[in-house]
């Protein structure tokens, strides 16, 4: 059975961290710790997981002892991660050689790694619906298609779609875009809505 590589810290980081975290770790080697850079063997045994991050909102850490977090940024004064300062080197060093002393068990570089959350990125919001579309949405929002017909209205990103019905069966629709209107009579009289189809017309020429 081969036996899995050992280390004493394994670091991970981003791109535009890369000359920060070079330095720490020339600086680890020269101290005499055994350094894996990411997680490229991810059944190597270490003693530390060291994720480097820009702000403390970058992760989230689950309590694992094994996970020493360093910030490159600004950290709070409450925060408990360790700083990408002249004392990082010194603390790397106390802290494996502290687990060495108690006998603390390595483990798998993958395992740890997984304990650690990255947040997902920030949703994009939906642009919204132009002015003109908006505008005509309330348009046909307020009128009354009549007494026996009833209306659905959806506005979307680029067009607003309007279907009215009788009885759950659609008689009219209109879909209306940035610079096409469709309007189709699917039954009966279209005079029942001509204060909708007026309306369009005097958005579309305003």
């Known amino acids: 059975m081969i036996e899995s590589a050992t280390y ?4 991970s980081f981003a791109e535009e961290q890369r000359a920060v975290v070079d330095e720490v770790v020339e600086a680890c080697r020269q101290r005499g710790l055994t350094v ?3 997680n490229d063997l991810p059944q190597a045994q270490v003693r530390f997981f060291v994720p480097f991050v820009s702000t403390v909102d970058d992760l989230t850490v689950n309590g694992d002892e094994h996970v020493l977090p360093v910030l490159t940024g600004e950290a709070p ?13 010194d603390a790397l060093v106390s802290r494996v050689e502290a ?3 108690a006998g603390q068990d ?3 570089v993958a395992d740890v790694a997984a304990t ?4 997902p990125p920030p949703a994009t919001p939906e642009p919204p619906a132009p002015p003109a ?3 005509l949405a309330e348009q046909f929002a307020a009128a009354s298609p009549g007494r026996d017909l009833s209306g659905t209205l959806h506005l979307g990103d680029t067009t607003i779609a309007v279907r009215v019905e009788r009885s759950g069966d659609t008689v009219y629709a209109v879909e209306a875009s940035d610079d096409t209107v469709n309007f189709v009579v699917l039954g009966g009289s279209a005079d029942v809505l001509s204060t909708l189809y007026q309306r369009i017309e005097d958005m579309l020429t305003a």
């Open 77 to 89: 004064e409450s925060s408990a991660y360790l700083r990408a300062d002249e004392g990082l080197v």
């Open 99 to 101: 687990a060495e002393t």
């Open 106 to 108: 390595r483990v798998a």
């Open 36 to 38: 894996l850079e990411g």
């Open 133 to 135: 579309l908006r505008a």
């Open 116 to 119: 650690v959350e990255h947040p």
């Open 8 to 11: 004493d810290i394994a670091v």
